[in-house]
């Protein structure tokens, strides 16, 4: 092979690389990480980082689960009102005389439950999905906020409570707790569930054509009930994950988080028109959105403006795939 032939093999390399979606987050996982540490030495503390962490592991991994979604061409606004409703179960179970594990599963079978009539609406009726799951959304946290009120409902066992703070193992000062792990596993299993199975090849074709689906044989009813199954198992789980962190739980839990769940799994590469996702992109991204955030509070900058740095870094994240595709567009035109 000649000398041009090398240099043009490896010019393409470089362009699809820099084309692939997963590119784009750990990209900007590295100048967020830079910057943040040249702001404050506590983002060079391992430990420091950890300890900042668990929210948005919990979000993180209902973003897991929203990449399947959204990669099948719908979406889901409900994840954090599921993840209150559930909680807001586990503990009237809990209160109401069962023991805390009888509770938290009755409270997982809330999360399948709830995704469950979001699956139902959207595969059987036909119904869209963003106006399905703003409905559902007020739903099931008007659920929570009939039972419980403005009041808030704690006094667990001592063992559930603060459930993050159990270490797994330690490395140097770092503490590596069962929130981070419980994450990692279920990034891993998302991962071989949604790139290496049968079902994530079914994912991936509704998402792309859903009457080409339709017509390989594909039962895009049943795929869509189990992604929305899915979703409210792992939003339920997550949500008792908060509830043992905040050792209550109200109404008005994680009011607004659905936006940073779709922010980190679009971060992550997934296109929102569906056919495109990758689990590593939106792994790569939740850590991204940890630091970014922490970041902005280290540096005292307003909530408002943290809104317009996500959205210019969202905006970043989608433009920038797509650069070569429209500069090939225009040389064409």
């Known amino acids: 092979m000649s000398t041009g032939e090398k240099n043009i093999n490896k010019n393409v390399m470089l362009r699809q690389l820099l084309v692939r979606r997963e590119m784009v987050p750990f990209a900007l996982l590295i100048v967020v990480l830079i910057v943040s540490m040249s702001l404050s030495a506590s983002f060079r503390d391992l430990a420091y980082l950890l300890r900042t962490s668990t929210r948005y592991m919990e979000l993180g991994m209902t973003a897991l689960t929203m990449t399947l979604i959204i990669t099948a061409g719908m979406i889901d606004l409900s994840v954090p009102a599921?993840?209150?409703?559930?909680?807001?179960?586990?503990?009237?179970?809990?209160?109401?005389?069962?023991?805390?594990?009888?509770?938290?599963?009755?409270?997982v079978l809330t999360g399948a439950a709830c995704g469950a009539i979001?699956?139902?609406?959207?595969?059987?009726?036909?119904?869209?999905?963003?106006?399905?799951?703003?409905?559902?959304m007020n739903l099931f946290r008007g659920v929570s906020q009939i039972f419980i009120g403005d009041k808030s409902l704690g006094s667990f066992p001592q063992w559930f409570n603060s459930f993050e703070k159990k270490n797994v193992f330690t490395i140097g000062n770092a503490n590596f707790g069962i929130t981070l792990l419980i994450f990692i596993l279920v990034s891993f299993g998302f991962?071989?569930?949604?790139?290496?199975?049968?079902?994530?090849r079914k994912v991936f074709a509704i998402g792309a054509n859903e009457q080409a689906a339709i017509y390989s044989g594909v039962n895009t009813k049943h795929v869509?009930?189990?992604?929305?199954?899915?979703?409210?198992?792992?939003?339920?789980?997550?949500?008792?994950?908060?509830?043992?962190?905040?050792?209550l739980v109200r109404y008005d839990m994680n009011l607004n988080a659905e936006i940073d769940v779709v922010i980190m799994v679009l971060l992550g590469g997934a296109d929102i028109n569906g056919g495109r996702g990758s689990i590593i992109g939106t792994f790569t991204a939740v850590i991204m959105v940890i630091?970014?955030?922490?970041?902005?509070?280290?540096?005292?900058?307003?909530?408002?403006?943290?809104?317009?740095?996500?959205?210019?870094?969202?905006?970043?994240?989608?433009?920038?795939?797509?650069i070569s595709g429209l500069l090939r567009d225009l040389k064409d035109k």
């Open 224 to 247: 869509k009930v189990g992604l929305f199954i899915m979703s409210g198992m792992v939003s339920a789980v997550c949500g008792i994950l908060t509830m043992s962190r905040l050792l």
């Open 82 to 107: 599921v993840m209150c409703c559930s909680a807001t179960v586990t503990a009237l179970c809990f209160h109401g005389g069962l023991p805390m594990g009888l509770a938290i599963a009755a409270g």
């Open 291 to 322: 630091i970014l955030k922490t970041g902005l509070i280290v540096a005292n900058i307003t909530s408002d403006r943290q809104m317009f740095v996500m959205g210019l870094i969202l905006l970043a994240s989608i433009i920038i795939p797509n």
């Open 191 to 200: 991962y071989l569930l949604l790139h290496r199975t049968s079902f994530g």
């Open 118 to 136: 979001n699956g139902g609406l959207i595969a059987y009726l036909k119904l869209p999905a963003m106006i399905v799951t703003i409905g559902t």
